[in-house]
């Protein structure tokens, strides 16, 4: 039997007096997680800190300052109550006895399943707000990213990039929009799944959007299908230094470093992000990458010599030319088909080309 924890909606409603941040719902459902069958939980702040390293930020400072701040947000707004009343002024060793009264109040069930796996405030956020619709009998969340900015209460621009890394991620899956009537460029609003969408469900948008992925037609621009990067032609040996780079970064030994060759396959993941949608290995790369130089970057010594490696691999792949096989779009590609060629692209296609957000409605 699937096992949840429940997450009053109120709390994820933007204009919503009860609206809690990314930070404060992460902390929420993590108490939540750990409340015993008398619905009693009791820790101490030094122990919060451990278990939100990495989430809340690597430095004791800030986990702190986010931890206090998002304590002060759930005895304000959700029902979770503190014993202790004084707790602001008490030792982070003191005890923290944590009560959650019965509620009936309109909820969100989140599995707990979900809350093991997403160590990350934002993306937690993402797919508990995708699940509550679900929970409606709706089987989808139609928002447009104005309205995803009011959840995440950040800047459009930010949330369309947490959207977008949630996507990618597959915590959440995407249904995109289909091209208005009479346009290129204007879609109609996303919809989103906390699971798979069946291909008989998919939208246009979706279906050409795979196609067009998935095409060896598309791979220079797209630069994403599921064919591993080992399997790619001419890139075997980019493929192996993805895969020795990963290691190397994933390992949090205290004694070991990653070297002057794990970080040049990390600036050219980088650099091809800026024209393709990356492998799956490229993305887990850029992401296990920028964690371990986040952590490692707050001794002072370290960083002077991550940024010495850092800034010695871009310099190294600025000289790589745009003619090598790593850095060609279907652009530079493209050139060379006639025109009867091009004018087969649907307008999907042409979208993609002309460098337009596959991801649907700006």
């Known amino acids: 039997m699937e096992i949840f924890i429940k997450v009053q909606n109120r709390l994820i409603t933007e204009n919503s007096e009860s609206h809690l941040s990314v930070n404060g719902l992460y902390l929420y459902v993590l108490i939540n997680s750990q409340l015993n069958i008398n619905k009693t939980f009791s820790t101490n702040r030094d122990v919060l800190i451990q278990q939100l390293e990495g989430i809340y930020g690597s430095k004791r400072s800030t986990i702190v300052t986010k931890l206090n701040g998002a304590l002060e947000e759930l005895l304000e707004k959700t029902p979770l109550i503190v014993e202790n009343s004084d707790w602001k002024n008490s030792s982070s060793k003191d005890l923290l006895a944590f009560r959650m009264p019965e509620n009936t109040e309109n909820h969100t069930q989140v599995p707990f399943e979900v809350i093991e796996s997403l160590n990350n405030v934002d993306m937690l956020y993402i797919y508990v707000c995708v699940a509550r619709w679900v929970n409606k009998d709706k089987g989808f969340f139609k928002c447009p990213y104005t309205r995803w900015a009011e959840l995440l209460q950040c800047s459009e621009r930010t949330a369309k990039s947490k959207i977008k890394e949630a996507v990618s991620k597959k915590v959440i899956f995407v249904n995109r929009g289909n091209y208005i009537e009479g346009s290129s460029k204007q879609q109609e609003v996303?919809?989103?799944?906390?699971?798979?969408?069946?291909?008989?469900?998919?939208?246009?948008?979706?279906?050409?959007y795979e196609k067009a992925a998935n095409s060896k037609y598309m791979d220079g621009i797209m630069g994403y299908d599921s064919t591993p990067l080992s399997e790619r032609k001419g890139m075997q040996e980019y493929a192996y230094q993805v895969d020795e780079a990963i290691r190397a970064f994933e390992n949090m030994d205290k004694k070991f470093f990653p070297n002057d060759e794990h970080y040049y396959p990390v600036a050219i993941a980088a650099r091809r992000k800026k024209t393709h949608l990356l492998a799956p290995e490229e993305e887990k790369l850029l992401d296990v990458a920028q964690r371990r130089i986040k952590i490692l970057s707050t001794n002072p010594k370290l960083k002077t010599i991550v940024d010495d490696k850092v800034e010695k691999a871009n310099r190294k792949v600025s000289q790589i030319s745009k003619t090598d096989i790593l850095f060609v779009t279907h652009q530079d590609k493209?050139?060379?088909?006639?025109?009867?060629?091009?004018?087969?692209?649907?307008?999907?296609?042409k979208a993609c080309l002309e460098h337009e957000d596959p991801f649907g409605e700006d």
């Open 334 to 349: 493209i050139k060379q088909k006639s025109p009867k060629n091009q004018s087969n692209m649907n307008t999907f296609e």
């Open 190 to 208: 996303n919809e989103y799944h906390i699971k798979p969408i069946p291909q008989g469900s998919k939208t246009l948008a979706s279906i050409s």
